[in-house]
Each structure stands twice: as structure tokens, then as C-alpha cells.
């Protein structure tokens, strides 16, 4: 059973309708005891960087965030549950996070070219990943594959080793992680059609 953490943030019945679709059990809780006792844990995220960990903290759920990814269980983060993993964002301030990954979350780079904006933030749409490191969870993902992104900010990983993906919107970012039995993706499975949904599969299948 995967576990979808529910701390009043994010698309979380769309995620369970896409772990739903591919044959996968999923639940939609913040009761730890639950979250304790699934196989697989989702964290997922929509909005600002602060105010989720504000409301991790105030649903007492960084804990069994922290002792499920100990535990050894597929760990899956989508988007700002991507970026909470990591020790800290610039996004509004300076805010630290679940600091299970060392990097820093930073804002897109806004380059002007002859005094207008030369790309659109957020990076909202659909763009490809490139893959340089084959994490379980992209079994049958061909490079160039197309994914959807919703976002203002990015991470830049510590370690460049645990980058599994990247993408290029004025920069070229790390779009997805994996670090042992943590898979952390900057675009939206749950919005990225099949190949979203190959992504959702293979993750509960990940043993």
C-alpha cells in the first residue's frame, strides 16, 4: 500500500487517481501510524516552500517522513515534495527543509534580452528530461521523453552523483534525484500522461 502524505498541500487525489490507474493501492492520510505501516510513501507539493514545512511540522509528520526513508521504503517526492527534501530554499526568504538531501532550492534565472523577459516563469508546461543516471523508477523512459513542469524555483543538488535527469529551461536543472530508496522528480507523473504514469508504475513496483 502506498502511503500519500496529506499535509493540506498539493494535487493529492490526482496523484492517487494516477497510482490508482496503473493497478497500485494508494491512500491519502497524515495519520503517521498509516504512513508508518505502507510499503511505499508519497510526499507531493503544490505552493510555497515555507508554508509547507510550516504545515509538516504543525501535522507532527516530519518525523515518520525521516523514519520511512531510514526504513529502506520507496520514498517518491513530486515537485515541492521534491524541493522539501533538500536543506534549504531561498523561495521568500530563507526557509530550511527536511534536509535529508543537501542542496539549496533557488530561484529560475530570469534573463532579459533586449529588455523583454526571454522565457516565461514559471516553467509551466511540457519539456523534456534527459537521463544520466537510471533510477528504478524510469525503467522504460527513453531520453527526450516529455514531462510536465510547474515551477518558479529549482534544485541544485551537493552531490551532482545523485542527479538522475536533467532538463533545460534557461538553465539546465536537475528535474529528478535518486539517492538509494529516494526517487524525487521536479515535474508532475500524475500530469505527464503514459509516460507520468510508466513513472507511477515502476515506482510501485520498486522493491
Not at 545523485?162 to 536537475?174: D, H, K, M, P, R
Amino acid at each position: 500500500m502506498i502511503a500519500i502524505i496529506d499535509y493540506g498541500m498539493g494535487n493529492l487525489r490526482s496523484v492517487q487517481k494516477g497510482f490508482e490507474c496503473v493497478g497500485h493501492e494508494a491512500v491519502v492520510t497524515r495519520d503517521f501510524r498509516v504512513i508508518d505501516q505502507a510499503s511505499h510513501v508519497v510526499l507531493p507539493g503544490v505552493g510555497a516552500f515555507g508554508d509547507c514545512m510550516d504545515n509538516l511540522a504543525r501535522y507532527e509528520l516530519t518525523d515518520v517522513i525521516h523514519r520511512s526513508i531510514a526504513k529502506g521504503k520507496p520514498f517518491l517526492g513530486i515537485c515541492l515534495g521534491y524541493q522539501l527534501l533538500f536543506s534549504e530554499s531561498e523561495e521568500f526568504g530563507c526557509h530550511k527543509g527536511l534536509g535529508i538531501l543537501t542542496g539549496k532550492v533557488k530561484a529560475i534565472p530570469r534573463p532579459h534580452d533586449e529588455g523583454r523577459m526571454s522565457f516565461k516563469i514559471p516553467h509551466m508546461g511540457w519539456n523534456t528530461i534527459q537521463g544520466n543516471k537510471p533510477a528504478p523508477p524510469l525503467q522504460g523512459i527513453a531520453p527526450g521523453s516529455y514531462v510536465y513542469f510547474v515551477h518558479s524555483y529549482y534544485v541544485e543538488p551537493a552531490d551532482p552523483s545523485l542527479v538522475s535527469t536533467q532538463t533545460e529551461y534557461g538553465i539546465l536543472f536537475a528535474s529528478s534525484v535518486w539517492k538509494d530508496n529516494i526517487f524525487a522528480t521536479q515535474f508532475h507523473p500524475e500530469k505527464s500522461q503514459a509516460v507520468g504514469l510508466q513513472v507511477l508504475k515502476n515506482f510501485g513496483d520498486w522493491q
